[in-house]
């Protein structure tokens, strides 16, 4: 046996869990289609479409951007609604003439996640989001003028007739002033799963105008692609709706409130490009990561939200050097990152490396020492301590020294 006790290595421990397999795919679209431009154009700085541009909006927003034959259908509908000999002359009849038109000869069976208008047209499927829309597209077409209304999950609209605001489910055929309609309560939870939230509940409730009701079907898209870890597939969609309503280039945050039920859409942009940044990162796909963050940031600033996902990046390369016991290789990233990441989130990684280093010049001493080359593992253990001076493990090593000159 020996007569020098060995020294244990110690292990380096980690921020991160074990990388996952990469799976590299093409960066999601960052850049909007011009469409979007030209739609937000088209409306002026209020927001003012003819129903025409809004069928055909509401299809680009559906993803069908080849096929006109749906538009020429709802012109179709519209055309046909207007000529019915049966068309009332007042608007409230009217208005509810339409939502029983629409589900006489349109619309066969809801569907929640069905939120597209091409769809509805073939197939006669719908939700809340594609039934309003159409109805929207209608009433306009008539001359009636509506807004959207959104809660918590749902959305219907309001029509506004003769200075009075009368809340339409498009969801429901007697939908129309549902509050005291004992046919509409009879049939709409059982169908949709939604409660009616009556105007007076107006904290439940928001109204929206006639494009932020239409680029919900955005919003629908994004979350059933989310829904099904599509994140990169959901990116463009995020990136044309905030070019839609906002209209720059970068697109710029708008003044709506945080606690809004209608999300900012510049934020929600934000959130579906860290949701694919953050795919990359489960991957282990660090560098790639990073890359789509330099793209990203240069479009879509925002100081905090991004300091906090190049910390999430940076930590997780940081943590492979260190597995590969590539320390130096982790302090030179570690550097070159510096400025894109929190000075709190900077000391906690230069805290890391800095132990790892400690650690190292241990390990280092420990293996030299164990073979029994006791002069090279006092000179590493030297180096260190003029690098650690006050580190514990070190401090002892100093003291296994000394013990075996005695």
Not at 150 to 159: E, L, N, P, R, S
Not at 208 to 226: A, D, K, P, T
Not at 234 to 241: G, K, S
């Amino acid at each position: 046996m020996n007569r020098y006790s060995s020294i244990t290595i110690l292990l380096i421990f980690l921020l991160t869990s074990t990388i996952h397999a990469q799976n590299r795919t093409a960066s999601p679209r960052l850049e909007p289609d011009p469409k979007a431009f030209e739609y937000h154009q088209m409306g002026g700085s209020q927001g003012n479409y003819t129903w025409q541009e809004l069928a055909e909006i509401s299809l680009w927003a559906s993803g069908n951007t080849a096929n006109t034959s749906d538009l020429q259908r709802i012109i179709t509908i519209a055309e046909t609604i207007k000529a019915d000999p049966d068309f009332p002359a007042s608007q409230s009849a009217q208005a509810e003439f339409i939502l029983n038109y629409m589900h006489r000869n349109i619309l066969r069976s809801y569907s929640l996640h069905q939120t597209r208008i091409d769809t509805m047209l073939s197939n006669g499927r719908f939700n809340c989001v594609s039934s309003a829309v159409l109805y929207t597209i209608l009433c306009k077409a008539v001359g009636i003028d509506t807004s959207g209304v959104i809660t918590k999950d749902h959305a219907f609209v309001i029509a506004n007739i003769d200075g009075n605001a009368v809340d339409v489910e498009t969801t429901n055929r007697y939908g129309f002033d549902p509050g005291n309609r004992k046919e509409f309560h009879d049939q709409f939870g059982t169908a949709t799963g939604f409660a009616y939230v009556p105007a007076q509940n107006y904290r439940d409730r928001q109204t929206i105008n006639q494009i932020e009701l239409v680029s919900l079907i955005f919003n629908n898209r994004i979350s059933e692609h989310e829904r099904h870890s599509r994140f990169a597939e959901a990116v463009p969609l995020a990136v044309d709706r905030a070019a839609l309503l906002l209209g720059s280039s970068p697109v710029m945050s708008s003044t709506i409130p945080q606690d809004a039920l209608f999300k900012d859409p510049y934020n929600e942009l934000l959130d579906r490009i860290s949701n694919y940044g953050s795919v990359l990162l489960r991957r282990g796909q660090e560098d790639e990561a990073l890359q789509w963050a330099n793209a990203a940031s240069a479009i879509y600033p925002n100081t905090e939200k991004w300091k906090d996902f190049y910390f999430a990046a940076v930590n997780n390369r940081v943590s492979r050097f260190l597995r590969a016991r590539q320390i130096e290789e982790a302090r030179t990233f570690l550097e070159s990152y510096k400025v894109f990441i929190s000075d709190a989130n900077y000391a906690q990684l230069d805290t890391v490396l800095l132990n790892a280093r400690a650690t190292d010049f241990h390990n280092r001493f420990a293996t030299e020492w164990n073979k029994g080359n006791h002069a090279e593992a006092e000179r590493i253990l030297n180096e260190g301590l003029t690098e650690f001076p006050d580190n514990r493990q070190l401090l002892n090593n100093r003291a296994t020294i000394e013990r075996n000159r005695r």
